[in-house]
């Protein structure tokens, strides 16, 4: 059943992305480019990539199917002569709320403050065994002073999904939520006690301001009951680095719900 919830999850980025792709061809039908490239990804997810609504990805064993959003509307075709306008910026829900776990069985269905989550993205954020627990106990996250500008920027309240990843286990939990904006410094002595700089990990500068040693955070709570599952279930998901041990932290919507699929469906078989 986990083989066939990641091989799912992988079906559905591959529909996402030809989907994408189809809509920009429709925005920019002058532009070799962006036409060679959907036809690149037409002719590996199939027709059905092209089509308004993509078809939603076979029910996996124990799973309910994972939810689709709409597909937007094309603009009309912009005339040869004018010049290319950018697509259409989407618009983004900027509630915020927070609230109890969301049981297992509804998935891709996450409620935060007993209302569905509107997820426009997602971060990992990494701890040691150290500054693990101390996360969980402070439901905060932390990031060095060098991500502040991309955790300021990126998370957005109620609406992006976080993980937690321990790099000494190689076990990551969630789902997790923004319960605030984040914020510089928002526990001066956080981590101060239990981070050690270790060789497989880069070494953490001390904040020149005398605080935490991750003085980018942001306060997070657990909105799923699931269970921590091995980084290799979605390692064909993350982004890795040129080196091969590192990877990405900012994640788009389709990669997310890929992320949280895989997370349910392994806690529905251990």
């Known amino acids: 059943e986990i083989k066939e919830a990641r091989a799912e999850a992988s079906r559905y980025r591959e529909h996402a992305k030809a989907k ?21 990804y037409a ?14 990805p076979a029910q996996v064993a124990a799973s309910p199917q994972l939810p689709t959003r709409p ?9 040869a002569s004018s010049p290319r306008q950018p697509p259409p910026q989407a618009q983004t829900n900027t509630k915020s709320s927070s609230g109890p776990v969301n049981p297992s069985g509804d ?19 990494k701890a040691s065994n150290q500054t693990y627990q101390e996360c ?29 990843y321990n790099i000494k286990t190689e076990y990551i939990e969630g789902v997790f939520i923004a319960t605030e ?17 270790q060789g497989h990990m880069p070494h953490i500068k001390p904040n020149l301001q005398g ?7 942001v306060r997070v709570q657990k909105i ?8 290799f279930e979605i390692e064909h998901l993350v982004r890795w680095h040129g080196n091969g041990k590192t990877f990405d932290l900012n994640y788009d919507y389709e990669d997310t719900m890929a992320i949280v699929n895989v997370i349910q469906a392994c806690n529905d078989v251990y």
């Open 211 to 217: 605080g935490s040693p991750f003085p980018a955070q």
């Open 181 to 197: 904006s984040p914020g510089f410094d928002l526990v001066v002595d956080a981590w101060k006690g239990s981070h050690k700089p």
């Open 107 to 125: 998935l891709g269905v996450l409620r935060w403050k007993g209302r569905p989550v509107s997820v426009v993205n997602s971060m990992i954020f």
């Open 136 to 164: 969980l106990d402070r439901q905060l996250f932390g990031l060095p002073s060098g991500q502040w500008k991309n955790l300021e920027s990126y998370v957005r309240v109620g609406e992006t999904v976080l993980f937690l």
């Open 43 to 56: 002719s590996r997810s199939g027709p059905a990539a092209h089509q308004a609504q993509i078809a939603q």
């Open 20 to 40: 994408d792709q189809a809509y920009q061809a429709a925005i920019y039908p002058g532009d070799a480019a962006v036409q060679a490239q959907a036809a690149q």
């Open 224 to 231: 799923t009951n699931w269970n921590p599952i091995p980084l």
């Open 71 to 79: 597909a937007p509307q094309p603009p009309a075709p912009q005339p």
